[in-house]
């Protein structure tokens, strides 16, 4: 099994194009979303309740001068109510259900619709109340220097999955599948053969896939040599078929050791001291970095490891949190009380000098927290265990 990691440079981030929040924390943004990771940002900023205006299509009756009735899609603009949010996580499409707010021509006050937001194209985001969470999402989504993402390849003999990890998501690219027959005693001609065909299909997929000019480093991590025979194939062919791409880059290329091609093997990739210094930078290596941390307090000093929401709140009241590793998805709980015992949490740590680390639910280390219930904290000082006051089913989504 072989895996590829690539650390890409800077690239577009959602646009802040009006901020307007007064101080009862009551107010309205319009942002334009310039790539499909923005989609997963503004998710995450919606909430039941909210108001949207955006551009949108509408199927509209007409009826002509003769009576005869027929139909066409016209482009308005509408204001829901927002009552229900969809998210794709594989085509990054986000859809949100509602209530019109402001009549117009095509469409009367209180009707349903839904509005599927689009690149490049801008919407208006109202809320009684912006809290620190939604407030910190802006910032992420719109900072460029967010956007040090990670590439990677997961393979195996016969297979290979290309996934592009980014701050906040991670994304199948591409899949690439074949049939690999077995060494024959005496012969490996078909296995060769094979072999050949599926390393030429996974170039041909990075070379499709992945954004040389941005690229600052790859690292291949394999069990055994199937990383050295991989890059040994690579470079052979970039030789052969004068793939100026493969070749005006191959020192970039850094090979490191994995136990295996799951994807879960991107934790162990990301945290190997070789590779550490290459992805300090960026986000997901630095949750892995603190979940890791949080297992071997856990494991050596467990009254300075805690999780769940109950027992967390109570370190956070004896100021006792050095650093809180919380889930995205707590907060997008649409029970408003609920989510506001998330919030006031971070806020209490942050006050008190501690550092927050949020996690996506949609990475790896991110799923692994969710086990957790999507709360864990690693103390300053010991705290005596705690009885469980409460059941906590902080993990419970939308």
């Not at 199927?59 to 005869?68: F, L, M």
């Amino acid at each position: 099994m072989l895996i590829f990691l690539f650390i890409l440079n800077k690239r577009p981030t959602m646009k802040l194009l009006q901020k307007d929040i007064e101080k009862d924390n009551a107010g309205q943004v319009t942002l334009m979303p310039d790539e499909a990771e923005d989609m997963w940002h503004t998710y995450n900023l919606l909430q039941v309740g909210d108001s949207l205006r955006a551009s949108t299509i509408r199927k509209v009756q007409t009826e002509s001068a003769t009576g005869s009735v027929g139909s066409s899609r016209v482009r308005t603009t509408l204001t829901l109510c927002v009552e229900s949010i969809d998210f794709d996580t594989q085509a990054c499409q986000l859809r949100v259900k509602g209530t019109n707010l402001e009549e117009n021509q095509y469409v009367k006050m209180g009707a349903y619709h839904t509005i599927e937001l689009e690149l490049n194209r801008k919407f208006t985001l109202a809320k009684k109340n912006w809290d620190s969470v939604v407030l910190d999402r802006i910032e992420q989504a719109c900072d460029p220097t967010h956007r040090a993402d990670v590439a990677a390849v997961v393979m195996q003999e016969g297979l290979a999955n290309l996934v592009l990890v980014t701050p906040a998501m991670t994304l199948l690219r591409a899949k690439v599948e074949l049939t690999i027959p077995r060494k024959r005693r005496g012969s490996c001609t078909q296995h060769e053969k094979a072999l050949e065909r599926f390393y030429e299909a996974v170039m041909q997929a990075i070379i499709r896939h992945i954004n040389f000019d941005v690229v600052k480093c790859i690292l291949v991590a394999s069990p055994g040599f199937v990383k050295d025979q991989f890059i040994t194939y690579l470079f052979k062919e970039a030789v052969r078929q004068d793939i100026k791409v493969l070749l005006e880059n191959r020192p970039k290329f850094m090979t490191v050791h994995s136990s295996s091609g799951h994807k879960y093997s991107l934790k162990e990739i990301l945290c190997d001291p070789t590779v550490t210094s290459r992805l300090s930078d960026t986000k997901a290596a630095g949750e892995v970095k603190a979940l890791e941390d949080f297992y071997k307090m856990l494991q050596h000093e467990p009254d300075r490891a805690f999780y769940g929401v109950a027992h967390v709140e109570k370190a956070a009241e004896a100021l006792a949190i050095d650093t809180l590793l919380i889930s995205d998805k707590l907060f997008r709980h649409q029970d408003v009380p609920t989510r506001s015992r998330y919030v006031r949490l971070v806020d209490s740590v942050r006050d008190n000098g501690g550092n927050v680390r949020m996690f996506s639910s949609l990475h790896v280390s991110g799923e692994q927290l969710t086990q957790l219930s999507g709360v864990a904290a690693i103390l300053r000082f010991p705290i005596a265990d705690v009885s469980d006051g409460e059941d906590d089913d902080s993990s419970d989504d939308d």
